[in-house]
């Protein structure tokens, strides 16, 4: 009945004899076929904190575009406000994005930072969509809780930069839909753009689903009721909008070819001038010889 409406990660551990490949269709998380010594927590949490930057030397150059039009629907993936336990067993909200798709948990780094969380170095690589690989470095673990509190768990969670954009994609009146009266939804806020902190996978997907499911009227809109209180998921009809792109640009390899190319020429140029001022300095010898 349900179908993975996020294109994220998956992960095998592989082993001395045996590596096994995961059976999702669209992408997945493996570790590196090689073993490392796993620093200890204060180590890991250091490296963690110290923000170090990665130096380039690209050029990059963002061009804004309006696009009018670009869409008359979008899909709705089913978010949840949840809570997290910090280290002093303080409670924060976070909007988390459900997703049966995935075999791992993700955090971000920002809201692990923020809550203080304890990390341990890992080595994932991680490749999604097109093939496009990129490394974790870090996990924590904490306890999870509903809202409502019918659910609570001690989960793991890889971190990443970013868990994936803002989510829905754009904002919408909620008056376009019409729900039960007396359903306690899961992300109040379901309708508004909004950065996500946290990706529940599989394992978290299934504990927390309840038998009950909706349709809403003229809508292919559902609504499942879970631990977490009802989400909302589905196709959304829209009024065609002017959407922003911000296309960026990296002149790096260009500028670097550029520069060998002209470094060529002078070379080349040079080598010109020198053989002849030989020819011309060897005429002069013979006709004054």
């Given at each position: ?64 575009n ?21 280290m ?26 923020k ?44 971190v990443?930069?970013e ?45 927390i689903?309840h ?14 009721n ?10 959304l ?16 390899e260009?500028?670097?070819?550029l520069?060998?190319?002209w ?19 060897e005429?002069?010898?013979?006709k004054?010889?």
């Amino acid at each position: 009945m349900w179908k993975s409406n996020n294109s994220l990660l998956h992960v095998n551990k592989a082993s001395a004899n045996n590596s096994r490949q995961s059976n999702a269709v669209n992408n997945n998380i493996s570790n590196k076929d090689r073993t490392e010594d796993v620093p200890n927590s204060r180590d890991a949490n250091s490296i963690f904190n110290s923000d170090a930057q990665v130096s380039t030397n690209h050029t990059v150059k963002a061009i804004d575009n309006i696009i009018s039009n670009v869409s008359t629907s979008q899909v709705l993936l089913s978010t949840a406000i949840v809570l997290i336990e910090d280290m002093n067993g303080t409670l924060h909200r976070c909007r988390a994005l459900l997703d049966n798709g995935s075999m791992s948990n993700f955090i971000t780094k920002r809201l692990c930072k923020k809550l203080n969380l304890n990390v341990t170095q890992v080595d994932y690589a991680i490749t999604g969509v097109g093939q496009t690989t990129s490394n974790v470095k870090f996990a924590t673990n904490f306890k999870l809780l509903s809202r409502n509190g019918l659910f609570n768990t001690r989960i793991s969670c890889l971190v990443l930069p970013e868990v994936t954009a803002k989510l829905p994609i754009c904002s919408f009146n909620k008056n376009m839909l019409e729900f039960p009266t007396g359903l306690e939804l899961a992300d109040p806020s379901y309708n508004e753009t909004g950065s996500i902190d946290l990706l529940l996978g599989s394992a978290i997907f299934w504990k927390i689903l309840h038998p009950e499911q909706n349709q809403v009227l003229n809508h292919d809109i559902f609504l499942q009721n879970t631990k977490f209180g009802w989400i909302v998921t589905g196709t959304l009809n829209l009024p065609q909008y002017n959407a922003k792109l911000i296309s960026c640009l990296s002149t790096s390899e260009v500028d670097s070819r550029l520069s060998k190319f002209w470094e060529l020429e002078e070379v080349g140029v040079t080598k010109d001038l020198v053989q002849m001022s030989r020819r011309v300095t060897e005429n002069n010898s013979s006709k004054n010889i």
